[in-house]
């Protein structure tokens, strides 16, 4: 579904990603980890064309992406669910989720089913429905996020460290729901610094180390691994 062959991206004279190649197949949970600094966000930003590879190419669904705007991205079928949430505080819960399907046509009746469908999916935001969406606590705000990105109605989602921040039982939550999106066939890109949780939810991960890949396998193989455990998962 997706196919990122060896692209470099910096930010001026910073080389953030050195040749780095990932493979995305339809249906599956694929998660990035690695730590601060890695070069996980910037991987994301590159796929939803928010920056663009100096060299290397990204293909999806078998069409390169890598020149495409970002806005046409999104209507190809990827939506980026960013680190940090970067909902709009001072905007409500509603009005964050009509945004997400903003490069839908006006008036399309089907909107209105899918933020039903988001409300239903996430309680809590038909709770704050009206709220400004800067009175939510940090779980909610993660939901909301997920729930814009879903309004474009993607069949791959980028997710940018869902966990972040959150108590356990809304961590356990985060994945739940990303388990539950995945089975109703949505492929899903998971960038995580919570490595143990990742692995356990990802088919196939890649371990990303200063801008490049030094592992690649299945979810479970890189639990196992003595030296993901070291490094990642708490000795
Ligand atoms: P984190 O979880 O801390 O965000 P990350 O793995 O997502 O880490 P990136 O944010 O992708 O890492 O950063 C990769 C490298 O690029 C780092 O060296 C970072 O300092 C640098 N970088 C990221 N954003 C910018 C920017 N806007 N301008 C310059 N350098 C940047």
């Known amino acids: 579904m997706l196919s990122i062959r060896s692209i470099n991206v910096f930010y001026g004279a910073i080389h953030a990603l050195k040749d780095v190649s990932v493979e995305v197949e339809q249906g599956e949970i694929v998660a990035i980890i690695g730590s601060n600094g890695a070069g996980k966000s910037t991987l994301l930003r590159t796929i939803s064309g928010l920056l663009r590879p100096r060299t290397g190419e990204i293909d999806f669904k078998g069409s390169p992406i890598h020149t495409v705007p970002a806005h046409e991205i999104v209507n190809l079928g990827i939506s980026h669910s960013p680190e940090g949430r970067r909902i709009f505080t001072n905007m409500s819960v509603q009005e964050n989720l009509q945004l997400g399907a903003f490069t839908r046509a006006k008036g399309d009746p089907e909107i209105e089913a899918d933020m039903e469908k988001a409300l239903t999916r996430f309680p809590r935001l038909r709770e704050r429905f009206k709220q400004n969406a800067g009175t939510l606590s940090g779980g909610e705000q993660q939901m909301l996020a997920i729930g814009r990105a879903l309004m474009s109605r993607p069949s791959l989602l980028l997710l940018d460290e869902p966990s972040l921040g959150l108590a356990p039982n809304l961590v356990a939550e985060i994945f739940n729901i990303v388990l539950d999106l995945n089975k109703e066939g949505c492929t899903v890109l998971l960038v995580e610094q919570n490595a143990n949780r990742a692995l356990e939810v990802a088919h196939r991960a890649y371990v990303l180390e200063t801008g ?17 455990k070291e490094a990642y998962l708490g000795g």
Do not use: E, H, R, Y
């Not at 690649?216 to 003595?226: E, I, Q, R, V």
């Open 212 to 228: 490049t890949i030094v592992l690649s396998d299945t979810g479970k193989a890189l639990l196992a691994n003595p030296k993901v």
